[in-house]
């Protein structure tokens, strides 16, 4: 790959396609020395009826439970990443939320990154023959280059 990145974000979510896409994220990270590498996993958020539920039978409160939440992702994605730490760091990233493309899209912009790097398509229903709804919606909003792995 002739073009030069000097920070690329990686968007697992723990599927085989995805660790294929991280892999490949590593790999071009530790042949551009400098390159900053992140890496971001996108826990879904509770549903309405799942907040409703956890709050009465827990008398918690909803920032609790999403903390909850990051927590678990947090240990998810470090798991992930841990096989590919020994080649180069990788800044680890969660975020909660029912929109997993607009994370990944915003955390792109809040890092500076500019390169996306994902798989075709990750854990969930088949929006398409080729690809996932979220990596759809990643490339026609993306400010930069995204590289769809398969």
Known sequence: ???????????TDGSERADKALALAVKMARERPG???SAILVVHDFSTADFLEVVSTMRTDFEQLRQQLADKGRERLFGLLRPHAVALPIDPIVEVSDAPHAAILATARRLGADLIVMASRGHGPAASALLGSQTQKVLAEAD??????R
């Open 35 to 37: 390159t900053r590498l």
């Open 144 to 149: 930069v280059p995204v590289l769809v792995v």
């Open 1 to 11: 790959m002739d073009a030069c990145f000097s920070h690329i974000l990686v968007a």
